[in-house]
């Protein structure tokens, strides 16, 4: 059967109930009757304590009679008596360590995420403000060249205007001489 997940909903609680359960027993073994009696609820995480029983084998064993399972902690199947309490509370360490285990698998990239998604965050505002940039520096030098170019194109146009008149006045200073030259020739 599959290794059980501590991080299940409930599944730590069950797991040190049963194993606290199990360990008052002589034996250290108990049917699904008088555990749901004794304890007064089913499991949290699973159907039945058989099945948590089976999904946890690095603590309990089952054994099958004619008529119902039988759970044994099974790192003391040889043992007659209760467990004594430091037996029992080293069983309880064991299944708060393997939790605390897959709880610190399940958060390692949490703090990994953490320092990413700022970062990846200010690439973009980066990447952003440099393309923003520069566009506003184009339209900058846009509205440079236009004015100059207007500067220039009024500067041509005024410059133009004084030659044309200028040429108008030359225009009309030969053609006043020609006057007087052709009516000096008749």
């Known amino acids: 059967m599959k290794k059980s997940s501590y991080l299940n909903n409930g599944r730590i609680r069950d797991v040190i109930s049963l194993i606290n359960f199990l360990a008052t027993k002589s034996n250290n073994s108990s049917h699904q009757i008088e555990i749901k009696k004794s304890l007064s609820r089913n499991p949290m995480s699973v159907d039945d304590w058989e099945k948590l029983s089976k999904l946890h084998p690095e603590f309990f064993k089952t054994k099958k009679t004619n008529f119902e399972s039988y759970f044994i902690i099974s790192l003391y199947i040889q043992k007659n008596d209760a467990l004594s309490i430091d ?15 897959e709880l ?37 030098l846009r509205k440079i060249i236009h004015s100059e170019n207007k500067e220039i194109l009024t500067k041509f146009t005024s410059a133009n205007s004084n030659i044309k008149k200028h040429v108008d006045i ?17």
């Open 87 to 101: 037996e029992r509370i080293r069983l309880l360490e064991i299944a708060n360590s393997l939790h605390d285990s």
């Open 104 to 140: 610190n698998k399940r958060n390692y990239w949490t703090p990994i995420i953490a320092a990413i998604i700022p970062a990846l965050v200010a690439v973009i505002i980066s990447l952003y403000t440099l393309f923003y940039n520069k566009n506003k520096q184009e339209d900058i």
């Open 170 to 186: 030359l225009e009309k200073k030969i053609i006043t001489t020609n006057k007087i030259n052709n009516s000096d020739d008749r």
